[in-house]
């Protein structure tokens, strides 16, 4: 009998079954407690990336796993054709915490995008303006058909034709804006941190300035919080900072503490756009996952994790900063809150595997930029030897390197 253990039989089962879509690290999880993971064999990992934002409270927060089987005890579905009380309290608490009027569920961040494209286009279609949206460079707002209009040219390639009318224009660039922004505009739509882009925060003043000149010319102003929302930069809501409002808000990620849920948030008038029929879904807020949502939210406002992940990020980037004298290859330290990159002048792929080895799980997006993405309710100690191993594990590389 061949003698197998957990992790070879998943790996092997995942390589013959699924999709080769992914480039997993060769690794099973199997159970998770805060900011810890454990994998088949026993093995125990920091986790710094928290399931790539999702997991804002760590993993199986206790809140979040009541409610979860208090109403899988209940009822776990029943779909939009009916009220249910989870979705109910929800909307009132996500629409209060958010400063938006109205709300719609969804099923992940991708979906949330493509509602909002949708309803900014619905939105258009009621005045003489044109439907055209425009992005900016180094965005990602998912992988449909219209989310992925809105990315760089080389990215759509393989899947053209996309959706027509999608433009990019350069990072937070005021001028290009300025004569971008014309009557053939629906919706300018931007994440105000950019994730997979490799931690680009958009600067404040380009944000107002974005917001006076979509008021101006009347353009609707979509923003994309799902990678930087839920209190991970500081704020509930990223725009917060700004002093801003947008007209259409998208969230998914920590949302759901781990179930996925996804959602477009949007100002009354803009909301009754869209009239019954026009948009919709089967699975988007059930009882389950508007449950799970509502505890995880619950828990973020009351133990004030947007002030944590605040403080904790000042801290922290303090730490690399001064590190990052004696690290020739630190290129640049970006973030705001607990969503860190730090640019490498090298790829930081190998770098992240040996990190792995050592207990602690990052990830490389962008190519070179190491990015920390940490449960906000994360001890502090944690995260300071996550970021120990990183810097003794950059050391070494940097050794490798000269020699
Ligand atoms: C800013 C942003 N928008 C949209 C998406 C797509 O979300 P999902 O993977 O849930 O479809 C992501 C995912 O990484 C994201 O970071």
Not at 1 to 6: G, L, N, R, V
Not at 41 to 53: F, H, K, Q, T, W
Not at 124 to 131: N, V
């Amino acid at each position: 009998m061949i003698d197998m253990t957990e992790r070879d039989r998943s790996q092997q089962l995942l390589e013959r079954h699924h999709f080769p879509m992914y480039r997993r690290y060769p690794i099973t999880l199997v159970s998770g407690e805060g900011s810890r993971l454990r994998d088949a064999e026993g093995r125990e990992y920091l986790d710094v990336l928290g399931g790539i934002a999702v997991n804002a409270l760590g993993h199986s927060h206790p809140a979040v796993v009541k409610a979860i089987v208090d109403q899988a005890r209940s009822l776990i579905h029943v779909t939009n054709l009916y009220h249910f009380p989870s979705q109910a309290r929800l909307a009132e608490r996500l629409t209060a915490a958010t400063g938006m009027d109205r709300v719609f569920f969804t099923n992940s961040g991708t979906e949330a995008v493509e509602g909002a494209l949708k309803l900014a286009r619905r939105h258009a279609s009621r005045s003489e303006r044109g439907m055209g949206i425009l992005s900016f460079e180094g965005c990602f707002h998912g992988r449909s058909m219209g989310a992925m209009s809105t990315h760089a040219p080389e990215q759509r390639q393989a899947f053209m034709p996309l959706v027509p009318e999608f433009q990019q224009l350069p990072f937070a660039d005021i001028d290009a804006l300025d004569a971008a922004l014309n009557d053939s505009v629906a919706a300018v739509i931007l994440e105000p941190v950019q994730g997979e882009g490799g931690i680009r925060v958009v600067p404040d003043e380009f944000l107002r300035a974005l917001r006076r000149l979509c008021d101006e010319r009347g353009v609707l102003l979509i923003l994309d919080e799902i990678q930087c929302g839920m209190g991970r930069t500081g704020k509930l809501c990223a725009f917060e900072h700004a002093g801003i409002r947008p007209d259409i808000l998208v969230l998914a990620k920590a949302l759901g503490g781990g179930v996925p849920i996804g959602a477009v948030l949007a100002r009354e008038e803009v909301a009754r756009a869209f009239e019954p029929g026009d948009h919709g879904t089967t699975f988007g807020g059930n009882p389950l996952a508007c449950a799970a949502a509502d505890a995880a939210l619950k828990v973020i406002q009351e133990e004030e994790l947007p002030a944590r992940a605040a403080a904790l990020g000042v801290r922290t980037m303090a730490r690399i900063r001064e590190a990052a004298a004696e690290h020739p290859s630190i290129r640049e330290l970006r973030g705001r809150g607990l969503m860190l990159g730090v640019e490498l002048s090298f790829p930081g792929k190998a770098l992240v595997e040996e990190m792995m080895n050592r207990g602690v799980l990052a990830n490389c997006t962008a190519e070179t930029v190491i990015r920390f993405l940490p449960a906000l309710n994360i001890p502090e100690e944690d995260l300071d030897r996550a970021v120990d191993v990183f810097l003794e594990t950059l050391a070494e590389a940097e050794r490798e390197g000269d020699e």
